[in-house]
């Protein structure tokens, strides 16, 4: 009987260790998504072109969110931003939590496969938050 009950009480901890990473990975997303927000209006302007991910694959999620984060350092500084949204925002799309919240339910391992950054068309500051807020929004609903 006792080893029953010790089986059921390890199922249920494991189960609510499990949803609340999973909360702390979507509540993750929800932020980065309304820094993201902010960061496009205060770049909406800029006549930059960058190299924007395409068509992001089952298996290119994290490799496009490298070459999300890449291009904004190369084109806006933002690791040393005096802004203190763009630099928490840069920061956010680096951490461990963001990173295997977006690699969650990738299907395959074939990321060697993937597009290079730099090989990706580049498109205007528009587009390349539009593409950034999909695949976060894709991310986001692969965790629901």
Excluded: W
Aim: aromatic share 6%; charged share 25%; hydrophobic share 35%.
């Amino acid at each position: 009987m006792k080893l029953i009950v010790l089986y059921l009480l390890a199922v249920c901890c494991y189960s609510l260790a499990n949803t609340s990473q999973q909360t702390i990975e979507q509540r993750k997303l929800k932020e980065i998504l309304k820094d993201l927000n902010g960061v496009q209006r205060s770049l909406q302007h800029s006549t930059m072109m960058l190299n924007t991910p395409q068509n992001i694959g089952d298996h290119c999620s994290v490799s496009a969110l490298e070459c999300f984060q890449e291009e904004l350092e190369d084109h806006f500084n933002m690791s040393k931003s005096e802004d203190r949204t763009q630099k928490k925002f840069f920061r956010s799309l680096g951490r461990q939590i963001t990173v295997s919240a977006v690699k969650l339910g990738e299907q395959g391992s074939a990321a060697s496969n993937c597009t290079k950054c730099n090989e990706y068309p580049k498109e205007n500051v528009a587009q390349f938050f539009e593409k950034m807020k999909s695949l976060i929004q894709m991310a986001l609903a692969r965790l629901n």
